[in-house]
């Protein structure tokens, strides 16, 4: 096996003493456990037939409906043919990156970027260029900069990958005036978006915002997931994608799957149906605000607590154990 990084992320989150801030592993334990166990106890007797076997390969039709649901909260309209369920939405960027890239090819991601895709474009032997992002999330002008420099070289750019909410691992969140511009950006060199967007109802501050596909269906990919919202255990995700692209994942995920576990999928729709999933939502909200402020708390110097001439703000969402903040000041300088 080649050194992976995300095998030695695993590996240093696990110790039990390490709060690692490099993951986005939700914190699990607050999830109502009895219920979530009754009700997959309940799937099994009423539904095990149908739950243990194989099913559609675009995924279960009534999980697919409930995801344009979900999605509808960020914007997105879209219909349970639009929708392809994924093993986590790891595997739609595997995906995507089997069915979009051509070894050479150039992905655009922000620069840092999630080291997860990093690794599809880099098993589709795919070339990435990174650009600049600031607490604002990506820089529209680096984006025009970087294409004109492909441009120029001879180049072929065949997506920009970004995660528009709650970056990972930046934190940032990509401004509403800056989604218009990146979308302008794209339309002028006629550019595919593909957003992953797991963290998008996990904001602290703000309501959830719209995201790039509900702007433009048409050059927009959107990758979500249950991950972040209930259980990565689970194991479920989805790609949404315009109509040509979207056959091409349904045909390869079929040769690499034949199709999403339908226990989980069944799982997920039932927790969706019978469980008050957003108030859980809320709950990871406010119990991951807490950390963070506690973490913020503990890593403040004192001289820049409340009432002092602290400098740090933080912008950023968290999930689980970790929290991923970002100084948008200079940072104070340590106490003495
Ligand atoms: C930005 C981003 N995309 C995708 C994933 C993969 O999530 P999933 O569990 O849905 O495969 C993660 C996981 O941390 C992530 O942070």
Redesign the pocket.
Known sequence: MTASEIRALFAVASRPEVVSLA??SPYTAALPLDAVGEMLGKLVLDRGAVALNYSSGQGDPTLREQICEVMSLVGVAATADDVVVTV????A?DLVSRVLLDPGDVVLAESPS?V??LGSFASAEAVVRHVAMDSDGLIPEALREELEACRAAGQRVKFLYT?PNYQ?PAGVSLSEQRREQVLEIAAEYDLLIVE?D?YALLGFESEPARALRARDAERVIYLG?F?KTFA?GM?V?WAVAPHGVREKLVLASEAQILCPPTFNQLAVSTYLSTQPWKEQVKVFRELYRERRDAMIAALTPRRCRPGSRGRTRTVGSSCGSSCRTVSTRKPCKPAR
């Open positions: 993951g986005g986590g939405s790891q595997q960027l999630y997860g895709a995660i990972n992953d797991p997931s991950s990565p194991r995700g």
